[in-house]
């Protein structure tokens, strides 16, 4: 089963920067894509950047620019590296890695980690 460390969320203010991390276990990571999702209280988990085994990387339009996702797959760890932060990023944010693209963008997953808080101050 599939288990998923991420950290490196904290409080920052607009316009900073943070760097997630997420460990990856129990899969075979480096064949595998892996996303990013948030999520704030009450709203539905949103997925915001995905990269696939081959490196290809997609985001969501609310990040696109100013977010960036990548893979180490020697550590089995997946990265977001976050700039020019906004309030509006305030969420919890977590990773999740499944066999195929579609999988992670449906969201439908049966294993979620814990989670890392963001929120960025005004």
């Known amino acids: 089963q599939v288990q998923l460390v991420e950290s490196g969320g904290g409080l920052v203010q607009a316009g900073g920067s943070l760097r997630l991390s997420c460990v990856v276990s129990g899969t075979p990571f480096s064949f595998y894509p892996v996303g990013w999702y948030r999520q704030v209280p009450g709203n539905q988990r949103e997925l915001v950047a995905t990269?696939?085994?081959?490196?290809?990387?997609d985001y969501s339009d609310s990040v696109k620019g100013r977010f960036t996702i990548s893979r180490e797959n020697a550590k089995k760890t997946v990265y977001l590296q976050m700039n020019d932060l906004k309030p509006e990023d305030t969420a919890v944010y977590y990773c999740n890695s499944a066999p195929r693209l579609e999988l992670l963008t449906k969201g439908d997953l049966s294993s979620w980690g814990q989670g890392t808080q963001v929120t960025v101050s005004s």
């Open positions: 990269i696939s085994s081959f490196q290809t990387t």
